[in-house]
């Protein structure tokens, strides 16, 4: 008979490669300096959390950023048609529609909640675990967006402290 090894060890796949681990700083962002880099950062999660490769989340990113579409407000401003063209550019093909109705959605929220402000969502929040419930309350954000999201705002908890 067979022991069945209960350990939760994660067995290597063949042909996957491990995701990369993204940080704001790859992509010219200090999320400590306010409001602009910490919702690009937020975007560029959002979008990294997605089932999409990472490398199209990044690129599709760049065309916001380029296009200056680097706010809620900016966002929500876009005609849905324009929006679902600016991801088909940026090869999210198939998941267009449902990501163009997720993002204004979440935008939304985030406006109607926070005034449009994750710094205001964080100020707001006693602790950690509660910024990440609070993001996650936000439609399409869930509990890897948030953690991708997180990995960058231990600082700004951390100067709440001092």
């Not at 063949?14 to 602009?36: C, N, R």
Request: hydrophobic fraction near 40%; charged fraction near 30%.
């Amino acid at each position: 008979m067979r022991k069945i090894n209960v350990m939760n060890e994660k067995r290597p796949t063949k042909g996957k490669k491990p995701k990369p681990v993204h940080h704001a700083e790859d992509f010219g962002l200090d999320v400590t300096s306010g409001d602009d880099d910490l919702f690009r950062w937020f975007l560029l999660s959002y979008l990294f959390g997605k089932p999409i490769q990472s490398k199209v989340a990044a690129n599709t990113w760049q065309l916001f950023i380029e296009r200056k579409i680097d706010t809620p407000w900016a966002i929500l401003e876009m005609r849905p048609r324009a929006l679902v063209q600016l991801l088909d550019e940026g090869k999210y093909t198939r998941y267009d529609e449902v990501m163009t109705r997720a993002l204004r959605t979440c935008m939304e929220q985030l406006i109607q909640m926070y005034d449009g402000s994750l710094m205001l969502m964080l100020e707001s929040s006693e602790t950690e675990d509660e910024f990440s419930k609070r993001l996650q309350k936000l439609y399409g954000v869930g509990p890897k967006t948030a953690e991708i999201f997180m990995r960058e705002t231990e600082e700004l908890f951390a100067r709440r402290v001092e």
